[in-house]
């Protein structure tokens, strides 16, 4: 089945700076790539999305770049603020009969004002 | 409109005893996804339901099961609570297999 790993496990930024968190994923065959954040104590919430026929997608600070000949995929966080700390979940799906969402252990991202 | 709702919000259950957790997907959504997030070990897929079948099942044991009900809500049961069962207990759901899972705010079970 699909394995998601993420690295680092922990990252810390200052407060402007950029961040980035890399996943990859073995199976050649998953097309659907989301990025969740989950707040202390909340639910996780998708923030940005990408699909296997794009090798890149922004949206305001965040963008996700792919790149399905080395399986990887990574987000990009720019001008970093307080609030952006949490855990980031990365998932691969390959759609289909038998499809489901696996995701990655998660990053814990620190930024420090 | 209401996102994906789960109950209890909290549920506190002694070794051996058998627990229910309920899920209600968005109006419109036809998958429902559960997911085990015990701590420090991410999200783990337990099941997957799409038109009232189960599609897909993690690397769980067969105490772990559920159903989803003809208007798309799903139970989550896990019998023979163990004390490792202790976790946030996360349903999602879907439109399809390709499009966003929103989550629910999960139940904590806590197994004493």
Redesign the interface.
């Known amino acids: 089945g699909e394995n998601v790993e993420q690295h680092p496990s922990t990252l810390s930024v200052q407060e402007g700076d950029s961040a980035v968190i890399k996943c990859t994923y073995s199976d050649s065959a998953s097309n659907y790539f989301p990025w969740y954040k989950q707040e202390l104590g909340k639910r996780p919430q998708l923030i940005i999305d990408i699909r296997s026929n794009v090798g890149e997608k922004k949206d305001q600070r965040i963008a996700v770049t792919l790149n399905k000949t080395a399986k990887h995929f990574s987000l990009h966080i720019t001008e970093t603020q307080p609030e952006d700390s949490a855990v980031y979940f990365c998932a691969a799906s390959k759609g289909g009969a038998n499809s489901k969402l696996t995701f990655g252990k998660g990053i814990t991202l620190s930024v420090r004002p | 409109e209401a996102g994906v709702t789960q109950s209890p919000t909290h549920l506190i259950k002694t070794r051996g005893q058998q627990a229910t957790l309920r899920c209600s997907p968005i109006s419109g959504h036809t998958s429902v996804?559960w997911?085990q997030q015990a701590l420090?070990?991410?999200?783990q897929?337990l099941l997957?339901y799409d038109e009232g079948e189960e599609?897909?099942r993690?690397n769980f044991p067969p105490r772990f099961s559920g159903r989803q009900f003809p208007n798309y809500s799903s139970e989550l049961n896990v019998n023979a609570l163990e004390l490792e069962d202790s976790a946030l207990y996360?349903c999602?759901s879907s439109f399809g297999?390709?499009t966003?899972?929103?989550?629910?705010?999960?139940t904590r079970l806590t197994v004493v």
Request: zero cysteines; a neutral charge; glycine letters at 22%.
């Open positions: 996804y997911y420090g070990l991410g999200l897929f997957w599609r897909n993690g996360l999602a297999t390709y966003e899972a929103f989550f629910g705010q999960g």
